[in-house]
């Protein structure tokens, strides 16, 4: 599994995910399923299909999300050995790009 800290940076209305942190085990990874979900409101059980076909590179953005918001994350990576998925967490960042304070 990657480090989130390495694959997630959040801003104030985006997410950046740097797939090739995706560790392959020596097998290449030949494309990605990613979906998110906004764990904050009433359609916490609505996922957003990103892409079921995205391809391995250095760089992705999510865009279009809401400041100061809670999402789930759920990366499936696929390749000839199988596919492996993964859940994280994420808040993006206040409008002036700051972290929430409750």
Known sequence: MPIPLQLITPN??????????????????????????????????????????????????????????LYQLKIEAHNSAGSTVADFSFVTLTINGGLKCN
């Open 12 to 69: 104030s209305t985006s997410v950046s995910l740097r797939l090739q942190e995706w560790p392959d085990n020596g097998c290449p990874i030949q494309y990605f399923t990613v979906q998110y979900r906004q764990l904050s409101d009433s359609d916490r059980d609505r996922w957003v299909l990103v892409s079921n076909a995205l391809k391995p590179h250095r760089k992705f953005i999510i865009s279009n999300l809401k400041p100061s918001t």
